[in-house]
């Protein structure tokens, strides 16, 4: 069983992440903004679209580089044979695992980073500070579906899946499971953006949703669907891309290296 090349994992994860966060951010500050409880508008509307883009630069790249390396090391762990009715399984079981490393460093640059989007006004610094000092900080769909549509694709072609191809899967992938996880997404920005010490802020997902079915019903669970959609969309066909594209350059370079 040859051993994956982790280090070319961690940079491409790494690079895909940073390039992705800073192209798609206006996207996400919409999507964070038509979640927020106060609304949209009151929210900061259109103005400040890049509020909180240092936490996302400063997470990016640790983020997206301790998930494929994790991911990549538990596939190679998990070996089976690629025609296996256990490869989704498998797929999913090392796509769990990298969420829950990666989460370790994006727990921490999403508050900051979401609650800067609601408050253009305020500094990156300055709402990290405030967190520290008043709190404790506190896709499971997407790749294996990844994996799925590319293992699909190549038995289709009777090869291996080229770079743009492993895009275009992650586009699907990733556009699929944002629409259908967006009511997740809504208790998660809702429960990021509480005040220390509401309800709310204590991290209940079933009281967040039953909050929003409440006052908002399910337009109010699916608030931001479209940009979050379109992000994630178009987020999978850049990350997954640029992923493919640099382990694959970053491998090659090792094997021609002396």
């Not at 069983?1 to 280090?7: A, L, Q, S």
Request: net charge positive; glycine share 10%.
């Amino acid at each position: 069983m040859e051993r994956p090349g982790f280090t070319a994992s961690l940079v491409a994860g790494g690079v895909a992440g940073v390039a992705v966060d800073l192209i798609l951010f206006p996207l996400d500050t919409i999507k964070t903004r038509l979640q927020s409880p106060q609304g949209f508008n009151k929210a900061g509307g259109f103005r400040g679209i890049y509020a909180g883009v240092p936490s996302a630069a400063i997470g990016s790249f640790p983020n997206a580089a301790a998930f494929f390396i994790t991911y990549e090391y538990v596939k190679w762990f998990l070996h089976t044979d690629s025609s296996s009715y256990l490869m989704p399984v498998k797929h999913m079981l090392a796509a769990s695992a990298g969420e829950v490393v990666a989460c370790l460093i994006r727990v921490p640059s999403e508050v900051v980073k979401q609650r800067a989007q609601v408050s253009a006004s305020s500094r990156t610094f300055q709402i990290f500070s405030n967190i520290l000092y008043t709190e404790i900080p506190f896709s499971l769909v997407q790749f294996p579906m990844w994996e799925s549509l590319k293992a699909l694709w190549s038995w289709r072609q009777d090869h291996v899946v080229d770079c743009w191809q492993s895009a275009v899967c992650g586009a699907f992938a990733g556009g699929f499971a944002a629409a259908v996880t967006t009511p997740l997404d809504v208790a998660k920005t809702r429960i990021t953006l509480a005040k220390a010490g509401s309800s709310t802020a204590s991290g209940n997902v079933l009281s967040a949703l039953h909050g929003v079915w409440r006052t908002q019903g399910l337009s109010g669970l699916f608030a931001g669907v479209f940009p979050r959609t379109a992000a994630i969309g178009l987020g999978g066909f850049i990350f997954l891309g640029a992923y493919e594209q640099t382990r694959s350059l970053l491998l090659e370079l090792g094997r021609a290296s002396p």
